[in-house]
């Protein structure tokens, strides 16, 4: 499976959908992973290091999403990108501490 990884666009979000080392876990099972150019940079995790993880970089959110079979992210998806994953399958986290 080819899994994405975009840099979170909402404002004040800083964290990545997956470390450089989750990265490594899901490239030794047989995936291949994008990571969106700088995805990591706000939670101090670099391009290099997802290379070294096995990681593809690409240049833009529009790449990675047209490439990517499945999106792995922090935030729920912004209406861009609703509209550039139409046809894939996006996993987020829902903000609990949101929820009453």
């Not at 935030?75 to 996006?90: D, H, M, Q, W």
Request: net charge negative; glycine share 12%; hydrophobic share 40%.
């Amino acid at each position: 499976m080819i899994i994405g990884i975009p840099k979170e666009r909402k404002i004040d979000e800083y964290r990545v959908g997956i470390t450089p080392e989750g990265v490594g876990m899901l490239v030794g099972d047989g995936h291949h992973v994008l990571v969106e150019q700088s995805a990591g940079d706000g939670s101090g995790m670099f391009d290099h290091q997802y290379v070294t993880a096995g990681a593809s970089i690409v240049p833009s959110e529009k790449q990675l999403f047209e490439q990517a079979e499945m999106v792995v992210k922090v935030k729920e998806p912004t209406l861009a990108e609703s509209i550039l994953s139409r046809k894939r399958t996006c996993k987020g986290l829902i903000p609990l501490a949101g929820w009453r």
